[in-house]
């Protein structure tokens, strides 16, 4: 069922991505209730401005202002397609309206850019420095977001590469923060993308703004891959919520038969993938690169391992509703005999989701933090 946004733009029915039967999480939170009432109030945008949304997360920014036709910017595939769905929702037409990915840039400066707060400080000093350019001294900027999500680091940020800031004050647990663009504040040097060597190998890592772990290898990656060999008779392997790649990057190392598919919603994940597969064969070997929403675009039956570090959060709301889809899905990808392998804290309890799915489930290692489970198609 759909959630009902009311504000003075309107009333809208929203709904988020993944959808679930019983969905306990909104398709909007009070910051863009908070945003849109204080644009009404403020009589923003004017008509004829031109209005930038960044990190809309299901589309309500971008419906509620669907009449001035604006650019809506993000890294999430899921994000992109809820806004499409949600205007299909409310009849609206998305006509005039341009939905951009996190590397694209914009092709005209903005009256008014509205941004919700990422989880990821570096996406937000990424865009901030991006987007700089396409600001004027009259630009209006606007950032919100729930007050638990907003850390000093975000007012240091929009200080030093937009401007002077303030604060409206707090509301429903949310906040907005207003900045003026300074044209005489140098813009640094974007510092995005990272790159690392990759511990005991000559591989060079490239890691985009929004990808976990940007400068170094973490432990469950690396767990995961001391863990990963040779599939004898796998054609196809998939890199399930691949990041920045390092897992299916191993696995074709070791399996030099296989073709490796990684697939992420974030378009810098597979970006930064794609990156670093070329860096470290060239043009030796094939790959397949796909921003989606987990194994929607693969037909059942074609995939003999999937290797999957299951996100246990979407934005800032924590839960397993992406690592149960993957594993459904999994489980009609996967061709009889083959295998998916998992990684994920101990205490998320995967192993019952597994084995109520595949009817088994086996500990394939575990440390004091981590375990790795297989389960197979028999």
């Not at 009902?4 to 009333?11: C, D, F, M, N």
């Not at 004017?46 to 949304?53: C, D, E, H, K």
């Not at 392997?237 to 990684?262: K, M, Q, S, T, Y």
């Amino acid at each position: 069922m759909a959630d009902v946004l009311s504000v003075p733009q309107g009333r809208f029915n929203l709904r988020r991505l993944p959808l679930r039967r019983r969905e306990l999480l909104r398709a909007y939170d009070a910051s863009d209730e908070y945003l849109l009432n204080y644009l009404s109030e403020a009589q923003l945008p004017s008509i004829g401005a031109r209005v930038l949304i960044v990190n809309d997360s299901f589309g309500a920014l971008t419906v509620a202002l669907h009449g001035f036709k604006p650019s809506a910017l993000s890294d999430s595939y899921l994000s992109q397609q809820a806004t499409l769905m949600n205007f299909s929702e409310n009849a609206l037409s998305i006509d005039g309206v341009r939905l951009m990915t996190s590397l694209e840039l914009p092709v005209q400066k903005y009256d008014l850019i509205v941004i919700k707060a990422p989880k990821t400080l570096a996406l937000l000093e990424y865009q901030l420095i991006s987007l700089r350019p396409f600001m004027t001294s009259a630009t209006r900027i606007i950032t919100a977001g729930m007050v638990k999500n907003l850390s000093a680091n975000v007012w240091r940020l929009l200080e030093t590469i937009v401007g002077t800031t303030s604060t409206a004050q707090a509301w429903k647990k949310s906040r907005l923060i207003f900045s003026e663009p300074d044209d005489n504040i140098s813009l640094p040097v974007n510092p995005y993308p990272l790159s690392y060597r990759l511990e005991g190998t000559n591989y060079t890592i490239v890691n985009h703004a929004n990808v976990f772990s940007r400068d170094s290898l973490d432990i469950g990656t690396r767990f995961f891959i001391e863990h990963i060999g040779c599939f004898p008779n796998a054609e196809t392997i998939i890199d399930l919520g691949c990041g920045n790649g390092i897992v299916g990057l191993l696995a074709a190392e070791r399996n030099p038969n296989a073709v490796v598919h990684f697939v992420d919603e974030s378009f810098m994940a597979i970006a930064s993938a794609r990156e670093n597969f070329k860096l470290a064969f060239g043009e030796s070997r094939l790959a397949n690169f796909s921003v989606g929403d987990c194994l929607s675009d693969f037909t059942a039956e074609s995939a003999d391992v999937i290797l999957c570090n299951p996100p246990f959060h979407q934005q800032n709301a924590v839960g397993d509703m992406i690592a149960a889809k993957m594993f459904r899905q999994a489980r009609e990808v996967i061709k009889r005999g083959g295998k998916l392998l998992v990684i994920g804290n101990r205490h998320l309890g995967y192993h019952l989701e597994l084995k109520k799915l595949f009817g088994n489930v086996s500990v394939i290692a575990a440390n004091r933090k981590f375990v790795i489970l297989q389960s197979m198609v028999e």
